[in-house]
């Protein structure tokens, strides 16, 4: 379809900031086409602005706290959506209490924490912080006005338990039906377990993950990051963009029902189809190693650990001649993976008493050009210092207003054309309070006072 831009004609579009010029209704076939938000904000930007910053003028109402959710609106913020983060006006999100280690104020001014969580600062970037309760008439109507305002909603309470504020999809689909609402759970909005409270272990332990993991003897464990949260947060993210993607054409916002367990469940990928065309059990843990393949794993040095990959008959012979063992290549019990995995417990005995003959820098500049997987075992100092990191660009330095300068961990992706970046950094709690109600629901100073004498906002 083509589109081409009326000026504004009608009351009731989303006032513009200063990031935008002023804002247009699209026009369809000679015709002035209002009644369908397809794009809600966007009229309000420049393409070129788009082609760096492809969901610029998509604003998002982020009713999330942790993890999961924070972790799925700062990906859209990433990528040019306006966030605004609703906070409870004193606590703020959990996770803001959630140090040591706290990057610390510098700006002189006194409150109720240390300085900024580390936690909370690793995924609330281009955020804009509003400190609201919803216990009141006051909040419900403030939040209603700023849902009327936004083309995305993302939030993670247990389910049905903002039906009591008038703040569930079906309310607010009425308030705005092109609306794209994301609950974020632990189970989901329906099944026999969708009442429960979901965290990231409790479901890694559910839902098989936590079985897989650890030592090949040893007890199950959970993985060192919340991979569960941060799977189902990109999981949203990817739903909410299919979401806006569909309105383009139908007008229309819909519910996105997502939940750790599911996504946990997807995240099993290889290890599911396995026993489902099995039909058998699993094999259980395997610590560093893998199940069907030998040698493929981490084994120690003189000195720390190393990982190597001889995944096939070429990179195993690659393996044993770079080990100054070319004997083993032919050896009857070694010459393919099956006989490999047979006879696994020999082979990563003489390959490790091998290895700690010599530190991991001096195996690591052996295996060099090799065309074998390879790595040394880092420490999380070691990655976020490590050179090609540095040379990709992954670890920034913004200056926070509250903090000075601080290092966060970029956006992932390159892109030819799209620039996502860090625009700006993670928000004091209320930061922009005053800024987002006035700016956006045209609340003037009174107004302002008046909520903040009854404790709604801060």
Sequence with gaps: MNYTFAPCVRRGLPRATSLYPKPRFPVRNGKLWGTKRWIATRETVDKELIAKLPLAGIRVLDMTRVLAGPYCTQILGDLGAEIIKIEHPTRGDDTRSWGPPDAPYIDGVERQFPGESAYYLSVNRNKKSLGLAFNSPSGIKTLHDLVKKCDVLVENYLPGSLKKYQLDYETLSKINPSLIYASVTGYGQTGPYSDRAGYDVMVEAEMGLMHITGERDGPPVKVGVAVTDLTTGMYTAIGILASLYARRETGQGQWIDASLSDCQVAGLANIASSGLVSGKKDS????????????????????????????????????????????????????????????????????????????????????????????????????????????????EEIDHPACGPLKLVNHPVKYSGIEPKIRSPPPTLGQHTDEVLRELLDFSERDIEELKAQKTIG
């Design 284 to 395: 259980g843990r395997w610590g560093t190693a893998h199940a069907s393949v030998v040698p493929y794993r981490a084994y120690s040095t003189s000195d720390t650990n190393i990982a190597v990959g001889g995944c096939n008959d070429k990179l195993y012979g690659i393996l044993c001649t770079k080990l100054g063992k070319p004997e083993w290549i032919t050896d009857a019990r070694f010459v393919t993976n099956a006989l490999r995995v047979k006879n696994r417990d020999t082979l990563d005995r003489i390959i490790e008493d091998e290895l700690k003959t010599k530190t991991t820098k001096q195996w690591l500049e052996i295996f060099e050009g090799s065309g074998m997987p390879y790595a040394a075992v880092n420490d999380i100092q070691g990655t976020l210092n490590h050179e090609h990191v540095l040379a990709r660009n992954m670890i």
